[in-house]
């Protein structure tokens, strides 16, 4: 049982992660351009190319996001069913308590990413 609460926890970290990886893609590039940051945004793409591959593939990197995440909640849900086991309660309640937190975390960062990929383009 303490088992499947410590998967709960590390889906939550991946789906950190991966959203991560949509900010890094797309969100933190579109806000330094909007604010007229564009040299730096340059500069970024000659250190790191990898980012023109993340850019021009944003569907698979908010897919596979928006996967994680959706897996993270569904592993999320799974746990809460579950009881704690006496001798770790206090861990227990206190992982519950960070995986619901990393859950909302992710997903907003998600949100901002998409708009940011998808959304402003189109409007701007």
């Not at 330094?32 to 340059?42: D, E, N, S, Y």
């Not at 928006?66 to 227990?92: N, V």
Request: charged share 15%; aromatic share 12%.
């Amino acid at each position: 049982m303490w088992q499947k609460l410590q998967e709960s926890k590390v889906f939550a970290f991946a789906g950190l992660f991966t959203s991560f990886g949509t900010l890094i893609c797309c969100a933190i590039p579109g806000a330094l351009v909007l604010l007229g940051f564009g040299a730096t945004v340059a500069g970024m793409v000659s250190e790191f190319p990898q980012l023109i591959w993340l850019s021009e593939h944003k569907e698979i990197v908010f897919g596979v996001s928006f996967g994680m995440l959706a897996l993270s909640y569904a592993s999320q849900k799974y746990a809460e069913k579950l009881s704690c086991p006496i001798d770790k309660k206090q861990d227990c309640e206190k992982t519950r308590s960070w995986s619901k937190r990393l859950l909302l975390l992710t997903g907003i960062i998600n949100i901002i990413g998409a708009t940011y990929a998808f959304v402003l383009p189109r409007l701007l």
